[in-house]
């Protein structure tokens, strides 16, 4: 096979990669309990926190706290997700190159 024919296919592969990550970057991914619901996007970056504060006395804010951080760790993962099933098995193999 031609080396230059196999540069431009890593090249095409990468860009196609690139494409991907940008468009699940531009995602936002739902985490949500009884209590809170939180939105991160593709970066996992957290965008949003809702509290829904019919469900939750005032001394109840230490369990509130860690039903945020369940919440966000849902969001996440849904990234992740998302993330494995559009990069697949390229995700570790190409990562140092992008």
């Known amino acids: 096979m031609n080396m230059q024919k196999i540069m431009q296919q890593a ?3 990468q860009r196609d ?3 991907k990550k940008d468009e699940i970057a531009k995602m936002i991914f739902v985490g949500e309990n009884e ?3 939180v939105e991160v996007n593709g970066s996992k970056e957290l965008v949003s ?3 829904k504060q019919s469900s939750i006395a005032p001394d109840d804010i230490e369990v509130l706290q ?3 951080v ?3 760790k849902k969001a996440i993962e849904a990234a992740d997700k998302e993330y494995q099933d ?3 098995s390229y995700a570790g193999m ?3 190159l992008m």
């Open 35 to 37: 209590w809170v619901k």
């Open 66 to 68: 860690d039903y945020i």
């Open 94 to 96: 190409l990562d140092g």
């Open 70 to 72: 369940l919440a966000v």
């Open 86 to 88: 559009k990069l697949g």
């Open 11 to 13: 090249q095409k592969m």
């Open 49 to 51: 926190c809702n509290i």
């Open 17 to 19: 990669l690139q494409n």
